[in-house]
Protein backbone atom coordinates (compact mmCIF):
# COMPACT_ATOMS: atom_id res chain seq x y z
CA UNK A 1 0.00 0.00 0.00
CA UNK A 2 1.33 3.49 -0.93
CA UNK A 3 -0.02 5.37 1.28
CA UNK A 4 0.70 7.37 4.85
CA UNK A 5 -0.73 5.98 7.80
CA UNK A 6 -1.24 7.87 10.82
CA UNK A 7 -2.34 7.57 14.41
CA UNK A 8 -4.01 10.13 16.69
CA UNK A 9 -3.33 7.88 19.69
CA UNK A 10 -0.93 4.97 20.36
CA UNK A 11 -2.55 2.89 23.17
CA UNK A 12 -3.10 -0.65 23.10
CA UNK A 13 -5.68 -0.41 20.25
CA UNK A 14 -2.90 1.28 17.88
CA UNK A 15 -1.01 -0.62 19.09
CA UNK A 16 -2.47 -3.87 18.09
CA UNK A 17 -3.17 -2.32 14.75
CA UNK A 18 0.35 -1.09 14.05
CA UNK A 19 1.55 -4.54 14.81
CA UNK A 20 -0.96 -6.04 12.31
CA UNK A 21 0.00 -3.84 9.33
CA UNK A 22 3.37 -4.37 9.65
CA UNK A 23 3.53 -8.14 10.40
CA UNK A 24 1.07 -8.52 7.43
CA UNK A 25 3.53 -6.09 4.95
CA UNK A 26 0.77 -3.87 4.08
CA UNK A 27 3.12 -0.92 5.01
CA UNK A 28 6.33 -0.43 6.13
CA UNK A 29 6.98 1.00 9.75
CA UNK A 30 8.80 3.70 8.13
CA UNK A 31 5.17 4.77 6.72
CA UNK A 32 3.69 4.85 9.97
CA UNK A 33 3.58 8.00 12.44
CA UNK A 34 1.81 7.98 15.58
CA UNK A 35 1.18 10.29 18.53
CA UNK A 36 1.13 9.61 21.77
CA UNK A 37 0.85 12.05 25.46
CA UNK A 38 3.42 10.36 27.74
CA UNK A 39 6.88 10.02 26.80
CA UNK A 40 7.06 6.65 28.02
CA UNK A 41 4.93 5.75 25.33
CA UNK A 42 6.59 7.69 22.97
CA UNK A 43 9.64 5.77 23.92
CA UNK A 44 7.98 2.14 23.94
CA UNK A 45 6.73 2.66 20.63
CA UNK A 46 9.65 3.99 19.16
CA UNK A 47 11.54 1.03 20.26
CA UNK A 48 9.03 -1.34 19.85
CA UNK A 49 7.99 -0.61 16.67
CA UNK A 50 10.37 1.31 14.93
CA UNK A 51 7.94 4.01 13.64
CA UNK A 52 7.97 8.03 13.95
CA UNK A 53 6.28 8.82 16.95
CA UNK A 54 5.85 12.68 18.75
CA UNK A 55 3.47 14.48 20.49
CA UNK A 56 2.79 16.74 17.59
CA UNK A 57 -0.69 15.95 16.00
CA UNK A 58 -0.94 18.49 13.14
CA UNK A 59 2.15 17.49 11.81
CA UNK A 60 0.88 13.84 12.10
CA UNK A 61 -2.70 15.05 10.57
CA UNK A 62 -0.86 17.04 7.84
CA UNK A 63 1.01 14.89 6.24
CA UNK A 64 -1.36 10.75 6.45
CA UNK A 65 -3.16 10.18 3.69
CA UNK A 66 -5.30 7.85 5.91
CA UNK A 67 -5.65 9.24 10.00
CA UNK A 68 -6.83 7.08 12.87
CA UNK A 69 -8.49 8.94 15.62
CA UNK A 70 -7.90 6.03 18.22
CA UNK A 71 -8.72 8.16 21.63
CA UNK A 72 -11.21 8.05 23.48
CA UNK A 73 -14.29 9.24 23.06
CA UNK A 74 -14.29 12.39 25.19
CA UNK A 75 -11.22 13.72 23.54
CA UNK A 76 -12.32 13.54 20.27
CA UNK A 77 -13.73 17.48 20.07
CA UNK A 78 -10.74 18.64 21.12
CA UNK A 79 -8.88 16.51 18.90
CA UNK A 80 -11.01 17.67 15.83
CA UNK A 81 -10.48 21.30 17.29
CA UNK A 82 -6.77 20.73 16.68
CA UNK A 83 -6.34 19.31 13.50
CA UNK A 84 -8.89 19.87 11.67
CA UNK A 85 -7.25 22.56 9.97
CA UNK A 86 -3.96 20.56 9.20
CA UNK A 87 -6.61 17.89 7.33
CA UNK A 88 -6.51 17.23 3.58
CA UNK A 89 -9.61 17.05 1.81
CA UNK A 90 -8.35 14.22 0.12
CA UNK A 91 -7.10 12.03 3.89
CA UNK A 92 -9.38 9.25 4.74
CA UNK A 93 -10.22 9.83 8.88
CA UNK A 94 -10.62 6.63 10.56
CA UNK A 95 -12.28 6.67 14.27
CA UNK A 96 -12.15 4.04 16.82
CA UNK A 97 -14.24 4.86 19.40
CA UNK A 98 -17.62 4.15 20.51
CA UNK A 99 -20.29 6.54 19.92
CA UNK A 100 -19.13 8.66 17.28
CA UNK A 101 -21.18 9.30 14.73
CA UNK A 102 -20.66 10.16 10.96
CA UNK A 103 -22.89 12.89 11.75
CA UNK A 104 -20.84 14.42 14.51
CA UNK A 105 -17.36 13.72 12.41
CA UNK A 106 -19.18 16.11 9.88
CA UNK A 107 -20.57 18.62 12.62
CA UNK A 108 -16.90 18.81 14.57
CA UNK A 109 -14.67 19.59 11.61
CA UNK A 110 -17.61 21.82 10.00
CA UNK A 111 -17.24 20.59 6.58
CA UNK A 112 -17.76 17.24 4.62
CA UNK A 113 -14.61 14.84 5.30
CA UNK A 114 -13.97 11.83 4.11
CA UNK A 115 -14.50 9.58 7.56
CA UNK A 116 -15.01 5.61 8.36
CA UNK A 117 -16.66 5.07 11.29
CA UNK A 118 -15.02 1.33 13.20
CA UNK A 119 -15.15 -0.53 15.65
CA UNK A 120 -12.26 -3.04 16.09
CA UNK A 121 -11.42 -5.61 19.44
CA UNK A 122 -9.02 -6.24 21.70
CA UNK A 123 -7.91 -9.47 20.56
CA UNK A 124 -6.85 -7.76 17.47
CA UNK A 125 -3.72 -7.56 19.51
CA UNK A 126 -2.86 -11.64 18.65
CA UNK A 127 -4.31 -11.44 15.11
CA UNK A 128 -7.67 -12.43 16.10
CA UNK A 129 -9.62 -9.14 15.69
CA UNK A 130 -13.07 -9.04 14.78
CA UNK A 131 -13.79 -5.51 13.25
CA UNK A 132 -16.52 -3.41 11.85
CA UNK A 133 -16.83 -0.17 9.56
CA UNK A 134 -19.06 2.21 7.98
CA UNK A 135 -17.96 4.63 5.43
CA UNK A 136 -19.89 7.82 4.99
CA UNK A 137 -20.64 8.80 1.69
CA UNK A 138 -17.35 10.99 0.39
CA UNK A 139 -14.82 7.65 0.75
CA UNK A 140 -14.47 5.81 -2.19
CA UNK A 141 -14.91 2.10 -3.09
CA UNK A 142 -10.71 1.96 -3.96
CA UNK A 143 -10.52 3.99 0.00
CA UNK A 144 -12.77 1.69 1.54
CA UNK A 145 -11.36 -1.32 0.45
CA UNK A 146 -7.44 -0.13 1.40
CA UNK A 147 -8.80 0.27 4.90
CA UNK A 148 -10.53 -2.54 5.00
CA UNK A 149 -7.12 -4.38 3.63
CA UNK A 150 -5.85 -2.71 7.15
CA UNK A 151 -8.12 -4.18 9.48
CA UNK A 152 -7.90 -7.28 8.04
CA UNK A 153 -4.26 -7.59 9.06
CA UNK A 154 -4.90 -8.08 12.32
CA UNK A 155 -8.14 -9.99 12.00
CA UNK A 156 -11.88 -10.09 10.25
CA UNK A 157 -13.57 -7.17 9.39
CA UNK A 158 -17.00 -6.30 7.69
CA UNK A 159 -18.82 -3.49 6.32
CA UNK A 160 -21.94 -2.62 7.74
CA UNK A 161 -25.14 0.25 7.48
CA UNK A 162 -24.40 2.67 10.43
CA UNK A 163 -27.65 2.23 12.19
CA UNK A 164 -26.55 -1.38 13.39
CA UNK A 165 -23.09 0.39 14.70
CA UNK A 166 -24.50 0.84 18.33
CA UNK A 167 -24.97 -2.96 18.49
CA UNK A 168 -21.47 -4.00 17.39
CA UNK A 169 -19.85 -2.95 21.20
CA UNK A 170 -22.01 -5.61 22.62
CA UNK A 171 -21.56 -8.10 19.96
CA UNK A 172 -17.89 -7.81 19.29
CA UNK A 173 -16.16 -4.74 21.12
CA UNK A 174 -17.61 -5.37 24.43
CA UNK A 175 -18.24 -9.21 24.76
CA UNK A 176 -14.33 -10.79 24.75
CA UNK A 177 -14.86 -9.00 28.29
CA UNK A 178 -17.99 -11.65 28.92
CA UNK A 179 -15.46 -14.16 27.40
CA UNK A 180 -12.75 -13.57 29.82
CA UNK A 181 -15.41 -13.42 32.88
CA UNK A 182 -16.33 -16.57 31.61
CA UNK A 183 -13.10 -18.75 31.49
CA UNK A 184 -12.02 -17.42 34.36
CA UNK A 185 -14.75 -19.04 35.92
CA UNK A 186 -14.40 -22.40 34.52
CA UNK A 187 -10.38 -21.86 35.57
CA UNK A 188 -11.36 -20.90 39.04
CA UNK A 189 -13.59 -23.72 39.49
CA UNK A 190 -11.22 -26.26 37.84
CA UNK A 191 -8.30 -24.65 40.48
CA UNK A 192 -10.80 -25.34 43.24
CA UNK A 193 -11.57 -29.21 42.04
CA UNK A 194 -7.51 -29.46 41.78
CA UNK A 195 -6.19 -28.25 38.91
CA UNK A 196 -2.74 -26.38 38.80
CA UNK A 197 -3.92 -22.82 38.31
CA UNK A 198 -1.97 -22.46 34.25
CA UNK A 199 -3.33 -25.86 33.13
CA UNK A 200 -6.48 -24.57 34.31
CA UNK A 201 -7.05 -21.40 32.37
CA UNK A 202 -5.07 -23.47 29.00
CA UNK A 203 -8.09 -26.05 28.95
CA UNK A 204 -10.73 -23.44 29.82
CA UNK A 205 -9.11 -20.99 26.82
CA UNK A 206 -8.59 -23.84 24.67
CA UNK A 207 -12.09 -24.93 24.76
CA UNK A 208 -13.91 -21.67 23.99
CA UNK A 209 -11.43 -21.15 20.99
CA UNK A 210 -12.32 -24.35 19.68
CA UNK A 211 -16.11 -23.80 20.09
CA UNK A 212 -15.69 -20.78 18.47
CA UNK A 213 -14.01 -22.37 15.65
CA UNK A 214 -16.38 -25.06 15.06
CA UNK A 215 -18.93 -22.90 14.83
CA UNK A 216 -17.43 -20.71 12.08
CA UNK A 217 -15.86 -23.34 10.04
CA UNK A 218 -18.72 -25.81 10.21
CA UNK A 219 -21.25 -23.74 9.72
CA UNK A 220 -23.86 -25.62 11.81
CA UNK A 221 -26.11 -23.84 14.62
CA UNK A 222 -24.38 -23.13 18.04
CA UNK A 223 -27.90 -25.17 18.95
CA UNK A 224 -26.96 -28.28 17.30
CA UNK A 225 -23.34 -28.32 18.59
CA UNK A 226 -24.40 -27.84 22.14
CA UNK A 227 -26.36 -30.92 21.45
CA UNK A 228 -24.17 -32.90 19.98
CA UNK A 229 -21.77 -32.47 22.87
CA UNK A 230 -24.85 -33.39 25.57
CA UNK A 231 -25.03 -37.24 25.64
CA UNK A 232 -28.90 -37.89 27.29
CA UNK A 233 -28.17 -38.72 30.77
CA UNK A 234 -25.02 -36.77 30.86
CA UNK A 235 -22.62 -35.07 32.76
CA UNK A 236 -23.23 -32.25 30.06
CA UNK A 237 -26.74 -31.77 30.14
CA UNK A 238 -26.60 -31.49 33.86
CA UNK A 239 -24.57 -28.87 33.65
CA UNK A 240 -26.69 -26.90 30.34
CA UNK A 241 -29.61 -27.53 32.65
CA UNK A 242 -27.99 -25.60 35.65
CA UNK A 243 -26.75 -22.84 33.13
CA UNK A 244 -30.34 -22.54 32.14
CA UNK A 245 -32.17 -22.84 35.50
CA UNK A 246 -29.44 -19.96 36.80
CA UNK A 247 -30.27 -17.56 33.88
CA UNK A 248 -27.38 -17.18 32.03
CA UNK A 249 -28.59 -16.48 28.61
CA UNK A 250 -30.81 -13.85 30.31
CA UNK A 251 -27.73 -12.29 32.03
CA UNK A 252 -26.05 -12.38 28.64
CA UNK A 253 -28.92 -10.70 26.81
CA UNK A 254 -28.85 -8.37 29.72
CA UNK A 255 -25.58 -7.16 29.63
CA UNK A 256 -25.33 -7.01 25.64
CA UNK A 257 -28.81 -4.79 26.07
CA UNK A 258 -26.85 -2.66 28.90
CA UNK A 259 -23.70 -1.98 26.29
CA UNK A 260 -25.98 -1.02 23.28
CA UNK A 261 -27.66 1.22 25.57
CA UNK A 262 -25.05 3.13 27.01
CA UNK A 263 -23.21 3.08 22.93
CA UNK A 264 -26.39 5.02 21.96
CA UNK A 265 -26.07 7.56 24.66
CA UNK A 266 -22.33 8.03 24.17
CA UNK A 267 -23.43 8.77 20.43
CA UNK A 268 -25.74 11.51 22.04
CA UNK A 269 -23.48 13.30 24.08
CA UNK A 270 -24.04 11.82 26.84
Known amino acids: MKRKIGFIGCGQMGQAMIQGMIDAGIVKAEDIAATALSDETIDFVSDEYGIQISNDNKKVARECDILFLAVKPYIYQGVIQEIRSEVSEETVIVTVAAGITLDSMREAFGYSVKVIRSMPNTPSLVGAGMSVLCPNDFVTDEEVAEVLEVFESFGEAEIIE ?73 VTIEGVNMLEQTGMRSSIIQAMNACTARSIELSKGK
Not at 206 to 221: D, F, I, N, S, Y
Open 162 to 234: ERLMDAVPAVSGSSPAFVYMFIEAMADTAVQQGFPRDKAYKLASQAVQGAAKMVLETGRHPGELKDAVCTPGG
